[in-house]
């Protein structure tokens, strides 16, 4: 995953092939066509409605694109945004970013299948 | 039990490793206190009206003797508060009246969990190694998450149970632990799951209830109730699939959630629950669980369709313990003795038809271990019974216990003819009031001696009501009754459902208490699922024990011969015991209250 500064995230304002989805909008009825980046965003880290758009653009709707994570993004967060398909996340500012790459290192695996590795453990474990 | 494998174990220790880096950056100052919230709660950390609690997750309610050891542990050297703390805890509680605040002891919960009162945030990352050495955890005890997963105490023992659901329970407690779509839902989420006719773990009141059923053809699948929950706006489960496939319950459950997670309601904390959202989309909520469930199946390729190796694999954890080691005893004999027991000692005897249920195995029994007793609050267990309730576990039931929904503890192997000897030394530590599914086995939630949410205190009510019914000849002619006491509207002692229901209600800042009848869990005894209905306004702590006294009496005026208390209300109807219990205020409830 791309882990971005606050400041190097350019904003998608006028930006070809960019859409901003809003939270309550479903991925799948919007048209993907020359679209090159997905923003979501995260209006509190507590407010999980991105998750499950993540997972429908990346897994349900096949976009190859990239998912870029915004708003209250924190480090803790990362992996779980980035098993729903994000690939980049904008980190709100004053997060040291040393502490994120840890986070990453941490578990091996987990139980379920998710948007980017489409096999749960015992399928893995099965092969 | 299930046998963790080495991811299992590994899992566990890496979650406790999360939880120290977390609580480090937390103390260096490199996550606020906003931040830190959601991440200790979703690792069981609350913090409480004077220190954290520590909520410890037993999946559907399955514990060894060697994690009850644990616990002990973790009550004798670290349930210890601050002395600061403690004092001012002390003082605050005893202007309420409270006059002990008891430390260094365990409470088992409605949700089969164990909880702690008074361990320091600083020692958190310590105990979460500790418990990890016994495959133990708080993963997703607490935040809007999926929390643990409960069950029926009896599971896989029970004579009407028509598949073990033990298995599905693993399987689902490996799906949903950090799923990373739904680590941050509307709110929380609760599962629980039955194999069994009679339903002992109130799923009707969960976010999702499942029982595992046969269909016509003999085939294994679940009935899904989806919706149910308790708090301000109580409403049963509704049924959302009669008949769903077993090896499709994390797909259908994927969908469930999924759609709750897109649509819940995030604007309002009281009513972004499922029931609410199910409530108010009614059958355009199952459609979309529906058409989301075929998407996931059809076109995500179903990647969580159990394989019937895996199931085979963890189903094979839950086979009967090995009993060689025990002595063989026709029936005949096990029969004689006993009743030759009974007949020399009546209380045994009262505690063989109370505390002793039957086995799918004829040979063995399912003894209920009361924590209901007087001197200490109901689930309550010190570091010292924790220790000797693990040694009756090694003895008597193959080193397993199970946590049940009324906050007692269940051996589920134990021999008929070694009950008596089991009786004898539950007796000697307490354990065996013979009074399982009484009066006094009231489920009641720590309340506000302890809890930051409560709006009064639920002890000292269970307390006197306990001091009250103490003759055991008087329990027994008032027969079954489900009294549950909560402090407050999140229901955590689930007074919703009691047949007997008493809330906490905060008044001018004063502790007051709201009476409900006809409550129920949806037992057999209790019939549905469904709320109580208030008797009228609310009553003080001084005025409660005379009001349920009034309520039962009324009971006992009306009762045909052989009738419950539950039925004689369906019967008659409230009106009676609302008049009785109003006629026991010790102040007319609308007379002006002199200062």
Known sequence: MKIIEAKDHTSPEGQAGVLVLDNTVDPQTVSLDGVSRVDLNFPKFTDGRAYSQAYLLRRRLGFAGEIRATGDVLIDQLVQMSRSGFDVAVLRAGVDIADAQRQFDRFSGFYQADAVNTRPLFARQAA | ?595
């Not at chain 2, 409480?48 to 410890?56: C, E, I, K, N, S």
């Not at chain 2, 495959?135 to 409960?150: A, E, Y």
């Not at chain 2, 023992?157 to 632990?177: G, H, K, M, N, Y």
């Not at chain 2, 055991?472 to 909560?486: A, P």
Request: charge should be negative; hydrophobic fraction near 40%.
């Open chain 2, 1 to 595: 039990m299930y046998q963790y494998t080495d991811f299992d174990k590994q899992f566990v220790k890496l979650r406790a490793a999360q939880h120290r880096d977390q609580l480090e950056r937390w103390q260096a100052g490199k996550l606020a206190d906003d931040e830190f919230r959601p991440l200790r709660l979703q690792n069981g950390w609350y913090v409480q009206r004077y220190a954290p609690m520590l909520r410890v997750a037993v999946p559907y309610g399955e514990l060894s003797s060697a994690q009850l050891r644990v616990l002990a542990t973790i009550a004798r050297e670290y349930d210890e508060p601050e002395a600061g703390v403690y004092a001012e805890a002390l003082k605050i509680q005893g202007a309420l009246g409270s006059a002990k605040l008891p430390t260094h002891y365990a409470h088992f919960t409605t949700r089969q969990n164990v909880q702690f009162n008074w361990i320091p945030l600083t020692k958190s990352a310590d105990v979460m190694d500790l418990l990890a050495s016994v495959n133990m955890h708080g993963i997703q005890t607490s935040g809007n998450c999926i929390r643990n997963i409960t069950s029926d105490e009896r599971a896989g023992i029970a004579v009407d149970e028509v598949a073990d659901p033990r298995a599905f329970a693993e399987i689902l407690r490996q799906w949903s632990t950090l799923h990373p779509e739904f680590a941050f839902l509307p709110r929380k989420f609760k599962i629980a799951i039955i194999g069994a006719s009679e339903d002992r773990a109130a799923t009707a009141w969960h976010d999702v209830g499942l029982h595992v059923i046969k269909n016509e053809s003999g085939e294994i699948g679940f009935r899904v109730l989806v919706g149910g929950g308790m708090g301000r706006t109580p409403i049963p489960g509704t049924v959302i699939r009669e008949f769903l496939p077993w090896n499709q319950i994390m797909n259908y459950l994927e969908a469930v959630v999924r759609v709750y997670n897109r649509y819940g309601r995030r604007d309002n904390m009281y009513k972004a629950r499922i029931k609410i959202l199910v409530k108010a989309e009614g059958q355009r909520y199952f459609d979309d669980v529906e058409a989301e469930f075929k998407q996931i199946v059809e076109h995500d390729g179903g990647a969580h369709t159990i394989p019937q190796a895996e199931y085979d694999r963890v189903a094979a954890s839950f086979v009967p313990p090995s009993l060689a080691d025990r002595p063989v005893v026709s029936a005949e004999a096990v029969d004689s003795q006993l009743r030759h027991a009974a007949d020399a000692d009546p209380l045994f005897a009262r505690w063989l038809a109370r505390n002793v249920a039957p086995h799918k195995n004829p040979a063995l029994r399912a003894v209920t271990l009361s924590f209901k007793r007087r001197g200490q609050a109901p689930g309550d267990a010190d570091a010292d019974q924790l220790d000797t309730l693990a040694g009756l576990v090694d003895r008597f039931s193959a080193g397993e216990a199970r946590v049940t929904h009324d906050q007692n503890v269940l051996l589920p192997w134990v021999s008929a003819s070694e009950l008596h000897a089991l009786y004898t030394a539950a007796r000697a530590a307490g354990f065996a009031s013979p009074n399982v599914h009484l009066l006094t086995d009231m489920i009641a939630c720590p309340g506000g001696d302890f809890c930051a949410l409560a709006n009064a205190r639920s002890i000292p009510v269970a307390e006197a009501i306990t001091e009250r019914y103490q003759d055991l000849d008087e329990l027994d002619d008032l027969g079954e009754i489900d009294l549950h006491i909560s402090g407050c509207i999140n229901s955590c002692g689930h007074h919703h459902t009691g047949h007997i229901g008493i809330l906490g209600v905060d008044k001018d800042g004063k502790e007051w208490y709201q009476v409900t009848l006809g409550g129920s869990d949806g037992s057999d005894l209790s019939g549905a699922a469904v709320p109580g209905k208030v008797v009228g306004p609310s009553f003080s702590a001084a005025e409660v024990p005379d009001v349920i006294e009034a309520v039962l009496n009324t009971y006992r005026d009306l009762r045909a011969n052989g009738e419950t208390f539950i039925a004689t209300l369906r019967r008659v109807g409230h009106d009676p015991f609302k008049t009785a219990a109003n006629a026991a205020r010790a102040v007319p409830a609308h007379a002006p209250v002199a200062a």
